[in-house]
């Protein structure tokens, strides 16, 4: 199964892969990046709506878009938390007022967005979140809200201008009733500290995230107090669609890479590492063809287990791919890219950045064992797993 792309498809395509070569050239910033997409109109083209500053295309252009950027070897997106996920919410749940307010500035690449659902205690089982927002009517004509707690694996927080937070807003109410889904600014000092994640590959995207009487606007509520879990779960389901796609175009750069460092290496000759090799395309191939049917058939294929055996699939793949990238290299992948030196103390190159940063796939976003109860318990309908062990 694949995509049958017309003549108006690959004219699309020049465009995308002619402007990317054009602004490619030197290595802008995140931020400034941001800007550029968003100047050109790349940013947003997936909405369910236009108007803010975006431009719309169709799926097929969705997906050459993908496919071009992916193979550019463009930056890795800051704004893809904003534009993927928090646009598809506030276009599905927000009110006129919030759309206006938020979507035109993530269209433009100015602001960029954190997700602050996971929490200590409340990882993979988010209904539990413990972080609350108290309403203070006092403050100004609707009143705000005053958000205390913590959010961990917070990716991107040190960069971003706005989290969107799941929040306690009923007291003594539990699991996934009483939550409510707030925009919060992040320039609060005093009031919101993060704290950078140092992870094995020597970087901090991933934050703790600290609230301290941070305030919200009651207006900036999302589907209304109480309606929490719906539009979390609703946000969910945006990982899913063309993002999915693109990411496994990514993986397929990426086990290109490896397959040429095989050959180069004679690696290849080996029957096992071969094995292991012919297994990875496969298995990349018949995700891509699962993705495609998603995209292309109607409701959601699959099933209530069906996000959980696809993060399940390409978490696993992932992680094996960056065993077999180091594998290929032999006794050099052990080996720093650069002498070391007190200035450089900590070098990887690219083969070793994937199989350190690989480790956490089937960990973030879900582990696997959160996954395969899912799958157990909603799809196959097998008894819960027992609470409250002692």
Not at 123 to 135: P, Q
């Amino acid at each position: 199964m694949d995509f049958a792309f017309g003549p108006e498809d690959e004219t699309f395509r020049r465009e995308a892969r002619a402007w990317l070569e054009e602004h490619l050239d030197g290595s802008p910033g995140r931020r400034d990046w941001e800007r550029e997409l968003g100047k050109a109109g790349w940013i947003g083209l997936g909405w369910a709506e236009d108007g803010y500053g975006n431009r719309r295309a169709d799926l097929t252009r969705q997906v050459v878009w993908a496919e071009e950027y992916a193979r550019s070897g463009a930056p890795a997106r800051s704004g893809h938390i904003g534009e993927n996920l928090l646009a598809p919410t506030l276009i599905a749940h927000g009110t006129p007022e919030q759309k206006r307010r938020f979507l035109p500035p993530v269209a433009e690449g100015r602001e960029l967005w954190c997700q602050g659902y996971s929490e200590p205690g409340a990882g993979s089982d988010l209904a539990g979140v413990r972080t609350t927002a108290v309403r203070d009517t006092g403050a100004g004509p609707s009143g705000v809200y005053r958000i205390t707690g913590q959010k961990i694996w917070t990716s991107l927080a040190h960069e971003a201008d706005w989290c969107f937070v799941l929040a306690r807003t009923e007291p003594g109410s539990t699991r996934h009733h009483g939550l409510s889904f707030l925009l919060v600014p992040m320039d609060q000092p005093g009031r919101i500290e993060v704290r950078p994640i140092r992870q094995l590959t020597g970087t901090s995207d991933f934050n703790e995230v600290f609230f301290d009487g941070a305030v919200a606007r009651a207006g900036h509520v999302v589907g209304g107090e109480g309606e929490g879990w719906k539009v979390a779960m609703s946000l969910l389901g945006f990982e899913r669609g063309v993002s999915t796609l693109a990411q496994q175009i990514g993986f397929a750069e990426e086990l290109g890479r490896v397959l040429r460092t095989a050959l180069a290496t004679g690696a290849a000759g080996d029957p096992v590492v071969r094995d292991r090799l012919v297994r990875l395309w496969a298995e990349l191939r018949t995700m891509r063809w699962n993705a495609l049917r998603t995209l292309g058939g109607p409701g959601s294929p699959g099933g209530p287990g069906a996000p959980s055996a696809a993060k399940l699939l390409w978490g696993g793949w992932h992680r094996r791919l960056g065993e077999v990238a180091v594998q290929v290299r032999g006794a050099a992948g052990a080996v720093g890219p650069r002498d070391w030196s007190a200035a450089r103390p900590y070098e990887l190159d690219a083969s070793q950045n994937l199989f350190l940063f690989s480790r956490a796939d089937t960990i973030y976003g879900g582990s696997d064992e959160i996954q395969r109860t899912i799958i157990a318990e909603r799809a196959l309908g097998l008894p819960k797993e027992p609470r409250g062990r002692p």
